[in-house]
């Protein structure tokens, strides 16, 4: 199985801050890794696909990068709704696997 | 506007059969075009991919699960279902039914997913 190791696994953060969380993948996935948003009791929503394709709708605000196996997953200006848990996922082979998640508070 | 419902018993003894079901409307689940998956989040845990089932009933499952799993799909209704035997209160997790883009190299991402269902082990 691919391990998708996240860090951190919670941060606090002002309004208006950058915020940058990482993912580093056990072996080499090529481009092939989602970022999720999940807020509790909510729809998980898919923020960015192939390592760094904003999905449809979702603010610009928000961005994805890949240097080999290291991922990185950026909002350029927190906003109070963006508090949520972040997970990356991994796509190249199955069994498919996240990362454990960055609790993003204000 | 898709949208998937998840639906079943909150409470299962443990080593009896879980037993969930999504339902699916706005779309069709009888389409190449993606596989229908079940992902959980155990309490404090991350989440873990459980499997996925086609519209033809094709599945793929965790192999940490598969002895225990059994996804299928009822395009008659469009819904899939999900059963997981011998439950232990490992089993404890919020179940999530979601939809996953297919592509020509495998999978791109679940861009539907329903709210959650909180789905407790214990006797």
């Known amino acids: 199985d691919i391990q998708m190791t996240q860090s951190p696994s919670s941060l606090s953060a002002f309004v208006g801050d950058r915020v940058t969380i990482t993912c580093q993948a056990s072996q080499g996935i090529n481009v092939f890794l989602n970022w999720y948003q999940v807020k509790p009791g909510k729809a998980p929503k898919l923020l960015i696909y192939d390592a760094s394709i904003l999905e449809a709708g979702v603010p610009s605000r928000f961005s994805g990068s890949r240097s080999g196996t290291d991922f990185n997953f950026t909002i350029t200006s927190l906003q109070p709704e963006d508090i949520a848990t972040y997970s990356c996922q991994q796509y190249k082979s199955l069994p498919l696997t996240f990362g454990g998640g960055t609790k993003v508070e204000i | 506007q898709v949208q998937l419902q998840e639906s079943g018993p909150g409470l299962v003894k443990p080593s009896e059969t879980l037993s969930l079901t999504c339902s699916v409307s706005g779309g069709s689940v009888n389409t190449y075009d993606y596989y229908w998956s079940w992902i959980r989040q155990p309490p404090g845990k991350g989440l873990e991919w459980i499997g996925y089932v086609r519209y033809d009933g094709n599945t793929r499952y965790n192999p940490s699960l598969q002895s225990r799993l059994t996804i299928s799909i009822d395009t008659s209704i469009n819904q899939f279902s999900l059963r997981l035997g011998s439950v232990t209160t490992a089993d404890t997790a919020v179940y999530y039914c979601?939809?996953?883009?297919?592509?020509?190299?495998?999978?791109?991402?679940?861009?539907?997913w329903g709210q959650g269902t909180l789905v407790t082990v214990s006797t």
């Open positions: 979601a939809r996953e883009r297919r592509r020509l190299s495998g999978w791109n991402g679940k861009d539907y």
